[in-house]
């Protein structure tokens, strides 16, 4: 079972800058999916960012593209979210999650859906202040 540990969120001013880590256990890191979400308190929990397996193909939501760019170091079992140019409409829990392994292939739509992440951190709080 894999255990996802997320960090680095906190209280910064609007325009400021994050950058949240995600650390996995396991074995087969590598091989699948990675996501972020975040969920701000009333709402659904919504796709952030999620990256392949090889790191090259990413897809964001339309209210973060060109602002925050989403990475990993399969070498050390490690999803990044860097955050810039943050904005209040930004304040969540932000949450590291698993998705599909690589031998079901890449979608975007699949990669989008919530419902196909089976793994998920604690969660941890950004909050940007106006």
């Known amino acids: 079972q894999v255990q996802l540990v997320e960090s680095g969120g906190g209280l910064v001013q609007t325009g400021g800058s994050l950058r949240l880590s995600c650390a996995a256990s396991?074995?087969?890191?590598?091989?699948?999916?990675w996501g972020w979400f975040r969920q701000a308190p009333g709402t659904e929990r919504e796709l952030v960012a999620a990256?392949?397996?090889?790191?090259?193909?990413?897809v964001y939501a339309d209210s973060v593209k060109g602002r925050f760019t989403i990475s990993r170091d399969n070498a050390k079992n490690m999803v990044y979210l860097q955050m810039n140019s943050l904005k209040p409409e930004d304040t969540a829990v932000y949450y590291c999650?698993?998705?599909?392994?690589?031998?079901?292939?890449?979608?975007?739509?699949?990669?989008?859906?919530?419902?196909?992440?089976?793994?998920w951190g604690q969660g941890t709080q950004v909050t940007v202040s106006s």
């Open positions: 990256v392949s397996w090889t790191g090259h193909t990413t």
């Open positions: 999650a698993r998705g599909r392994s690589a031998g079901s292939g890449w979608d975007t739509a699949t990669a989008r859906n919530k419902n196909e992440y089976d793994s």
């Open positions: 396991g074995r087969t890191f590598s091989t699948y999916i």
